[in-house]
């Protein structure tokens, strides 16, 4: 169970090649996303059986590091989108993977253009939320 | 030119694990890894042990890790590789380390021999050679160039967390065989490509075609094993 997790982290990160490189990043996405959404699955869920740890939490989410990690959050998951939809269409259309460097490099485009707007928008609320207080 | 090769040496007699030797050799630029590798082994230190046999890379015998990528040390040259002047030198992932540079390629070829590697036709056979046309011929031509050197199976995350998996080369194989129009075993070929450790263990990581020294397509013949697999039809 555990050893997929050790490889991706020992030979994933010794190995030295593009395709890898993506990979990971898909792999720690995915990770993110899953222990992102069971903490905060977990902190709405406290909405109706501690009120008051809700609303500690509701706190913590204003904290700077929060707000940094929320735009962090927000790459990875256009990121995991993109690059998922990339690879399902690879995979049912084989002879697109001819096409390969061109779908990567097209899949990190649409993931730039779609997360500068976004880090934009998120980074000014922040910004003007800690100004405000 | 002078270069400093950083070789990573096991001897399963004396060592408990790997550990990184350096040495210094003069080469040409346009020398290739294995040449510098025979400088070492000819000149300076005969323990070094490491498998080539053609030295041209079509026997398929001495896929390593070039600074950190799989490739065959005869096709990859010195200055191509050399990163101010060192170049590291590791054995394969994923297979068990004999000693240094060689790793016993048994379990490699076990996954080759699974697929059922050779035509099947049983068919009472012609006064000559069983004709094909020259389009059925290209059809599975990218796979036909495989030399079993292992990179691609030994650059696959997938082989690396189960050595169960095929792994990419044997799929190239039975690709190979598959769309071949004389072959009739190819439903038997994808019912033991459709089992767990078959194709399906492949997450289209895409090292396997970045590291084939014969740039095959693999994970392209990867994809259409599969697509043979979801659609039932073999085209
Ligand atoms: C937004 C739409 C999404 C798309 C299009 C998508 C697409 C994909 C695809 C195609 C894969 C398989 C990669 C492969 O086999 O090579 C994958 C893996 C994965 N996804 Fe997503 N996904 C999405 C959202 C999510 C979400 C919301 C989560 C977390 C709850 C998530 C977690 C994961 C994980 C953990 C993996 C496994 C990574 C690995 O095996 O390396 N994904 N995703
Ligand atoms: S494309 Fe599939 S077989 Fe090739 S390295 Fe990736 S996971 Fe392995
Ligand atoms: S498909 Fe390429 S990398 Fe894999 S064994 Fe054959 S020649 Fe080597
Ligand atoms: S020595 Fe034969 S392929 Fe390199």
């Not at chain 2, 490699?108 to 050779?118: D, E, G, L, S, V």
């Amino acid at each position: 169970m555990l050893r997929p997790l050790i490889v991706s982290f020992r030979e994933g990160v010794a190995y030295r090649a593009k395709g890898n490189l993506l990979w990971l990043l898909h792999r720690i996405s995915g990770l993110g996303i899953v222990v992102f959404l069971g903490f905060h699955i977990f902190g709405m869920s406290m909405a109706a059986f501690n009120p008051a740890l809700h609303e500690r939490a509701l706190e913590l989410y204003k904290t700077p590091p929060f707000a940094i990690g929320e735009l962090l959050l927000a790459f990875l998951l256009i990121f995991h989108a993109v690059n998922g939809t990339r690879i399902a269409i690879l995979e049912l259309r084989p002879q697109l993977w001819e096409k390969q460097e061109l779908a990567t490099r097209l899949s990190l485009i649409i993931t730039a253009l779609l997360t500068a707007p976004t880090l934009a928008i998120m980074a000014y609320k922040s910004i003007s939320h800690f100004l405000a207080h | 030119m002078k270069i400093t090769l950083k070789i990573k040496r096991f001897n399963p007699e004396v060592d408990k694990k790997p550990h990184w030797e350096s040495y210094t050799v003069e080469v040409e630029p346009t020398d290739r890894v294995l040449d510098a590798l025979h400088e070492v082994k000819w000149t300076q230190d005969g323990t070094l042990a490491l498998r080539r046999s053609c030295a041209h890379g079509i026997c398929g015998s001495d896929a390593m890790r070039i600074n950190g990528r799989n490739m065959l040390a005869c096709k990859a040259l010195i200055k191509d590789v050399a990163k101010d002047g060192v170049i590291t030198v590791e054995p394969i992932l994923g297979l068990p380390v004999v000693k240094d540079l060689i790793v016993d390629m048994e379990p490699f070829f076990a996954h080759y021999r699974a697929i059922m590697p050779y035509l099947v036709n049983n068919d009472p056979p012609p006064e000559r050679e069983r004709l094909q046309s020259p389009e059925d011929r290209a059809r599975y031509d990218d796979t036909t160039k495989c030399i079993l050197c292992a990179c691609c199976t030994t650059s696959c995350p997938s082989f690396w967390a189960r050595g169960e998996y095929v792994g990419p080369a044997a799929i190239v194989q039975a690709h190979r065989f598959i769309f071949d129009s004389r072959d009739q075993a190819g439903e038997e070929r994808l019912r033991i490509l459709s089992e767990p450790d078959g194709v399906w263990r492949c997450r289209t990581v895409f090292n396997c075609t970045e590291a084939c020294p014969r740039g095959i397509q693999v994970t392209k013949a990867i994809g259409e094993v599969k697509e043979a697999l979801r659609t039932g039809v073999i085209r």
